[in-house]
């Protein structure tokens, strides 16, 4: 599978920072003086922090990549040393990694690597400034919908995970894990009012406007992603009735033509009056 990640030349890098608050998804962090990626299991691939760096030490990179393994990560970071191993393991625990992160963990204590991984390592900031987090509007976060005695007029959300935008979404998040994986258009929750419990109960959720949004190659390869890395069991694809939405159900089928295994797809369409007029299995 084919994935586009940054990369980043070290010696051209002077240290300034000013990438790490463009990489909305806290893949990057100043490390020794230098700009590094910490875990590419979160880049994005969009690019935000290349038009940030002065001295044009960022770039693309495009390159063969297998479903992301924690041991190669660890591999790899372990020579850069202790503040860029506590980096990444601090990562994964802020984005609910628990299971990357006991990997992690296993790999110091199989190869007697010790570092104080209790350290307070306050000097190490994310894109917001704070210790050891991502941005609140995408940071990964994992729950159980809360069900409180029921009021009058109060209904319960069914929303499991948070980012939901696909741009701000790891397609491999621990969330999307054999998972059943609804990919909505933006409008469909506020036409259709049962959608939480009709479509959004017991799943996960990623959500894109196919007219408005920008970047939408990036889409196809993180639904690929989902299918071929996560190994989603089914993806339902909610669209509108209005034409353009059409085109969110033709970036799916491009995310299947691409990956390598096959999963069941679901379209549901909604009318603008919030009825379901189709629902069907393709």
């Not at 625990?93 to 992160?101: F, Q, V």
């Not at 694809?237 to 797809?265: F, R």
Request: glycine fraction near 8%.
């Amino acid at each position: 599978m084919k994935r586009t990640v940054i990369k980043i030349d070290e010696e051209r890098c002077n240290g300034c920072g000013i990438c790490v608050s463009g990489c909305h998804e806290g893949a990057l962090q100043l490390i020794d003086g230098k700009a590094r990626m910490i875990s590419d299991l979160y880049c994005d691939g969009l690019g935000a922090c290349i038009g940030d760096c002065p001295v044009g030490a960022i770039d693309f990179e495009e390159r063969e990549a297998e479903p992301y393994d924690e041991i190669a990560v660890m591999e790899r970071l372990v020579p850069k040393g202790e503040k860029t191993i506590l980096a990444h393991l601090s990562h994964l625990k802020a984005h609910n990694e628990t299971a990357l992160l006991a990997q992690g963990l296993r790999y110091l204590k199989e190869h007697n690597i010790e570092i104080n991984i209790h350290m307070e390592n306050n000097e190490q900031k994310d894109s917001c400034g704070q210790a050891f987090a991502s941005c609140p509007g995408s940071r990964e976060m994992s729950f159980a919908p809360v069900r409180p005695i029921m009021s009058t007029g109060h209904v319960p959300s069914e929303l499991r995970q948070w980012p939901v935008q696909l741009h701000l979404l790891n397609p491999q998040a621990g969330y999307f894990r054999n998972a059943d994986v609804v990919l909505a258009a933006d409008c469909t929750a506020y036409a259709y009012g049962g959608f939480h419990d009709r479509f959004l109960k017991n799943r996960a959720l990623a959500i894109a406007c196919p007219k408005l949004d920008t970047n939408k190659d990036v889409y196809v390869s993180k639904l690929a992603e989902m299918i071929d890395g996560a190994q989603i069991n089914t993806l339902t694809v909610v669209i509108m009735s209005v034409p353009c939405c059409g085109g969110l159900l033709q970036l799916a089928k491009m995310a299947l033509e691409q990956a390598s295994n096959k999963v069941p797809v679901k379209k549901v369409v909604i009318s603008i009056e919030g009825e379901i007029i189709e629902e069907n299995w393709i």
